[in-house]
């Protein structure tokens, strides 16, 4: 039995998406995983399917498609699945005419790996347990709130480190807005703000929407803001990209379905 791997991306018409995603699928291989592709959901290409597609002409039997995505949601739990004919997250289906079993991993969702790559962007920037830490996420509908519960679990962990001024915000769809959570961090009295968006790659949410609602130039590493009418210095991180553990991760993921 042949082996394959598809590292399942949203897709983006303006960002780093589709360069992250092909790193991660360079440094499997590297791994020894010898039939990786990367698919999309949309915009971007080729789609989750045409992956699969492609690694059928490989001649592989096996498949698990790992969502390289924050958290779990109607993406990973209802619409990956549906696009590859799926009813559960694992299934005998017919591509080009051959039987092939496909699984769908887990999202990262609550792995601590996600809270050590926040840590480390804290240091890179110079933080230390005086500032605030405004971890940013995007906001969710889907009924399971994973992306809230992941991102609100992420502050939880940092604050249990002793990072006492630390706040969840989101982009849109849940609150805390990023506005109230500025007004809080102010009242707190804290000079500087590490704002740390948990998001996958940079784009319009990242490098337009959240500076505009903090009050930064846009794709910027922060600046002064003033808030209730005193100024307060914003460092503002990147997201998780192609950090090596999101790596170990997916490595992990594989071995754990396909060995």
Sequence with gaps: MTNGIIIAGYGTRKGNL????????????CRGWDNVEVGYFRIS???????????????????????????EGTLTKQLIP??????????????????????????FGMNLILTD????????????????????GHGTRHDSLANKRVVQQNAERLQSMGYVHTKYTFNEFCEPTIKDTLDELEKEGVKRIIALPLFIAMGLHL?????????????????DIT???????????????ADNRLTDYLDMRAAEYLS
């Excluded at 589709?18 to 291989?29: D, F, N």
């Excluded at 989750?48 to 924050?70: K, Q, S």
């Excluded at 490098?207 to 600046?223: C, L, M, R, T």
């Design 227 to 241: 808030v209730n009418g005193r100024k307060i210095s914003v460092y503002y991180g990147r997201p998780v990209e």
């Design 207 to 223: 490098g337009d929407e959240i500076p505009e609602q903090i009050g930064i130039p846009p794709y910027s590493e922060g600046g």
């Design 117 to 136: 790559i926040l840590c480390d962007k804290i240091a890179d920037a110079g933080g230390d347990r005086d500032c605030g830490i405004m971890i940013i």
């Design 18 to 29: 589709e360069e992250i995603l092909e790193t991660q699928a360079k440094r499997l291989r």
């Design 45 to 71: 290409s080729p789609t989750i399917p045409e992956a699969l597609e492609r690694l059928v002409d490989e001649g592989v039997d096996n498949v698990v498609v790992i969502p390289y995505y924050i958290a």
């Design 82 to 107: 549906e696009k590859l004919g799926m009813k559960t997250d694992m299934a005998d289906i017919k591509v080009k005419g051959k039987d092939v079993t496909v699984y769908i991993a887990p999202a």
